[in-house]
């Protein structure tokens, strides 16, 4: 079983950035495609970016490309992602999760989610 700790949401004006940071515990992390969600408020939750065991493939959700990068460090079991140019359409709560792929969407591997990070950007 894998635990998420998210961490290093604010608030922000728009254009800022912001750095998240994902802290799993746990075996097999390495060996889990790892991403990121975000839930705004009154929205569903949805699929920002998402990365294998290496970084070389990374996928990210058109909302997001060209903005936001994500990364992973698998000897410290931490998994980042680099938010740059936020605009106010970013603000929700952000998640990371282990993750799979069906078809064209990305879904979290466990029933659960962890406490997540706020992001607030201000116009």
């Known amino acids: 079983q894998v635990q998420l700790a998210e961490s290093g949401g604010g608030l922000v004006q728009a254009g800022g950035s912001l750095r998240l940071s994902c802290a799993a515990s746990?075996?097999?992390?390495?060996?889990?495609?790892m991403g990121w969600f975000r839930q705004a408020p009154g929205k569903e939750r949805e699929f920002v970016a998402a990365?294998?065991?290496?970084?070389?493939?990374?996928y990210y959700a058109d909302s997001v490309k060209g903005r936001f990068t994500i990364s992973r460090d698998n000897a410290e079991n931490t998994v980042y992602l680099q938010m740059n140019s936020l605009e106010p359409e970013d603000t929700a709560v952000y998640y990371c999760?282990?993750?799979?792929?069906?078809?064209?969407?990305?879904?979290?591997?466990?029933?659960?989610w962890g406490q997540g990070t706020l992001v607030t950007v201000s116009s």
């Open positions: 746990g075996r097999a992390f390495s060996s889990y495609h």
């Open positions: 990365c294998g065991w290496s970084t070389n493939r990374t």
């Open positions: 999760a282990p993750v799979h792929r069906m078809g064209s969407l990305w879904r979290n591997v466990l029933d659960a």
